[in-house]
Each structure stands twice: as structure tokens, then as C-alpha cells.
């Protein structure tokens, strides 16, 4: 990812890079790193603070980063603004300089950087059409958790992809409130609630535990309002889980049908994007998971559905799920025309799969694919992305 921002960088071409992803996906350092090996004068600012910023501020740094690229010469200079989401208006501010840059011939690289997707993209697409390259990163993937921490594939089903937490795994319980208060606590309150109309604080958050409790099942909207004892409506829930998936910490994938009216209208597969999530607020600790069988099922499942969708992010590869009466397949990767149906097997599961028979009778898959004791071993799958195993 490094190499082809810094090639991006390197490019005459005039593009605001945008890096965009969930908190402590390593955004800052990735830039931090862009910084150090393009080797230009740089200024860096952020506008993670607890009073929002306003529009003045995006032009006082960016007044910085001018004044570095003026005594630059040619070279020019790099100008990084993180968390700029959280400045009202920040897409016309940012538009209106670098378009100013633009027509002065102005050698000033910029690099954007935000943890809330959704909110960065809607001021993207409303303001900066045609002028910014969009570099998603997403969680740690277990090949890039192994490469840096040397982590087993058991150590990353339970404590997930947070590279700023893998230093306090050896506390399970200091590990576990690092992920409830200083991610999962500040992404709602700082990068949900301060930034979104939520009329509800209080069931978005108990969306989120009933997600992690209930990651890797469908649950219907109705059943989630009952489960969370609220007499709000479908709508409103379906709205917090979009926030929450475009926050990085919980989605709900629908289900194929081939027709796109049924998919949206279909009960929902709640999905953690990190198992992190799911784990650390369970009661077990990573011999206890790996000891009850049901528990680790339902992780390892977690597991493969989080790489699932944080790989296909930015592709043109769908993840769905499958399900008719008592039949159901677990993943369903569409690319275009092709289609792979994907069953995770586990303990807990019965050895014969109708669900996998079902749906390739009904829809023809290009792939079907076991993953586990009776398939793809779980580590060669998760070492390879949604694209490498949707193709034929």
C-alpha cells in the first residue's frame, strides 16, 4: 500500500490522495511513512480534537503547506490533513484552495486522511469530483498481523486486526478495555454522534453489542427492535447499522437472490469487520474460546466473513449470504457474472451441506468452496483477498 501511494505522489499528475478507513487501521502512520520516503518538506495537521475545527483552520495550514512549497522550489512540498471530516464544510474549503493551486502552477502535494468513510465520501463526491484518488485501508489483514507481529492464526481469530492493541494482548483484560473505551467508545462518540443526526445514542450502541453477540447470524430488523427492547422503527435501525458499518465495526450483508429488489428488502447477516469486536466484550478468555467449540465456530466464521468484506472494499467483487427456509450457505462472493458460494465448516456444523447443494442447483456458482478441517485450510484462505477467490 506504501509503494503505490508514494508512486501516486511521485506522478505529475494533480491528485488529492485520500486515505480512509476505521480508527487504528494505521492511516496517520502510513502518511507519517509517505512523508519520510518521498523525502519533500512537509507539514502535517490534525483536526482530531475534542472542539471541532472550522473552515479558517484548513486555510491557515494549508497557507503552511504553501509556504513550504514556495521555499521548496520545483520539488515542491506535502501537505497532510487528517481527520479533516470533522471541519463543517471541509470538501468546498479544500475544493476552492487546490483549485487556486491548480491555476497558480502551485507545487503542493496534499493528502487527506479520515476515520468515518462515509461522511469523507459524501464530501468527496458532492465537492471534489475528478480531483482525488481514493486509498482505502481497512483492518489489518492476518497476513499483514502475522508479517508485523508474528501472530498465529489462532492469535488473530480471537484479538483481530487492530495493530495498535497488539502490544497489550498479553493483558487480555487491559487488551479488552483499550478496545471498548479508546476505539469502539470514541468511534461512537466522536466519530458517529458528533458528526451524524442520531436520535438515539443509547440503540445505536446496543445495536453494535447485539451485532458482536450475534455476528455470523441473520437476524430481521423486527427481531433486532425486540431483542433491543425498543419501540423505534426498521428504518431508523437499518440507518445506525449503516453508520456503523461506514465506521469499520459492524455490517450487515445481505442476502443473494439474484434479483436486487429481495436483497434489499432481506433480513440481514450481522457481521463484526473485526472480530476484536466480538471477543472483547465476551467473557472468555483465548484458551477459554478456543476450548468451547460453539464459541469458536462462531468466531472462526466471524473471522472469514471480516476478511471478506475488508477485502472486497474498493473492488468489484459483492459479499452476500444465501438462505431459503432451513437451507443456507454462509458467503456468496459475486464479480460481474461469476459467483462463488463459500461454506465455513466448523464443529459445530452438521457434515452434510444441503445449503451448498440447494444453491448451486438454483444459481450455477463458478466455485464452491469448503473452508476448514474439510476444505481450504482456514490460514491459506485468510492469506488470500475476496478477488482471489470470487475469480474462476
Known amino acids: 500500500m506504501l509503494a503505490a501511494l508514494i508512486s501516486r505522489l511521485r506522478e505529475p499528475r494533480r491528485f488529492l490522495q485520500v486515505l480512509a478507513g476505521p480508527r487504528q487501521t494505521g492511516k496517520t502512520t502510513l502518511a507519517q511513512q509517505a512523508m519520510e520516503v518521498l523525502g519533500l518538506p512537509a507539514h502535517y495537521a490534525s483536526a482530531d480534537e475534542p472542539t471541532l475545527r472550522g473552515r479558517p483552520w484548513i486555510g491557515e495550514q494549508w497557507e503552511l503547506g504553501r509556504l513550504r512549497a514556495r521555499q521548496a522550489g520545483k520539488g515542491g512540498a506535502l501537505l497532510v490533513l487528517d481527520e479533516v471530516q470533522k471541519v463543517a464544510g471541509w470538501s468546498e474549503t479544500v475544493k476552492r484552495l487546490w483549485d487556486e493551486d491548480g ?20 464530501g468527496l ?45 498479553g493483558d487480555r483484560d487491559r487488551w479488552a478495555r483499550y478496545i471498548l473505551d479508546s476505539l469502539v467508545e470514541t468511534t461512537i462518540s466522536r466519530d458517529i454522534l458528533l458528526l451524524t443526526r442520531v436520535d438515539k445514542p ?6 453494535l453489542q447485539l451485532g458482536s453477540d450475534y455476528s455470523g447470524q441473520v437476524v430481521s430488523y ?15 435501525l437499518a ?7 461506514a465506521a469499520g465495526m459492524l455490517t450487515g450483508l445481505p442476502k443473494f437472490a439474484g434479483q436486487r429488489v429481495r436483497q434489499r ?9 473485526n ?5 472483547a466484550s465476551a467473557p472468555l478468555d483465548l484458551e477459554g474460546a478456543r476450548k468451547d467449540r460453539e464459541f469458536w465456530g462462531r468466531l472462526v466464521e466471524s473471522a472469514v466473513g471480516a476478511h471478506l468484506v475488508n477485502s472486497a472494499a474498493g473492488t468489484k467483487v459483492q459479499v452476500f449470504y444465501w438462505r431459503e427456509r432451513d437451507r443456507e450457505v454462509d458467503f456468496v462472493l459475486r464479480a460481474g457474472k461469476r459467483l462463488a458460494a463459500i461454506e465455513v465448516t466448523s464443529a459445530r456444523k452438521k457434515e452434510t451441506l444441503p445449503g451448498l447443494e440447494a444453491f448451486s442447483k438454483a444459481f450455477r456458482p463458478h466455485r464452491v ?3 476448514g478441517a474439510q476444505g481450504i485450510p482456514l490460514e491459506e484462505f485468510l492469506l488470500r483477498p475476496a478477488a482471489a477467490w470470487a475469480a474462476a
Open 103 to 122: 491555476a497558480a502552477r502551485m507545487p503542493l502535494k496534499v493528502m487527506l486522511l479520515g476515520s468515518t468513510p462515509l461522511l469523507l465520501q459524501r
Open 125 to 169: 463526491t458532492e465537492s471534489l469530483a475528478g480531483r482525488f484518488e481514493l486509498v482505502r485501508v481497512p483492518h489489518w489483514s492476518f497476513a499483514e498481523m502475522r508479517e508485523a507481529f508474528g501472530w498465529t492464526l489462532e492469535r488473530f481469530i480471537y484479538f483481530g486486526g487492530y495493530p495498535g492493541a497488539a502490544p497489550l494482548v
Open 202 to 207: 443509547a440503540l445505536l450502541r446496543r445495536l
Open 222 to 236: 423486527q427481531k433486532m427492535l425486540g431483542q433491543l427492547q425498543d419501540v423505534g422503527n426498521t428504518t431508523t
Open 239 to 245: 440507518h445506525y447499522l449503516e453508520l456503523l458499518s
Open 265 to 273: 428488502g432481506s433480513s440481514p447477516k450481522l457481521q463484526v469487520l
Open 275 to 279: 472480530t476484536a469486536l466480538l471477543t
Open 369 to 371: 468452496l469448503l473452508v
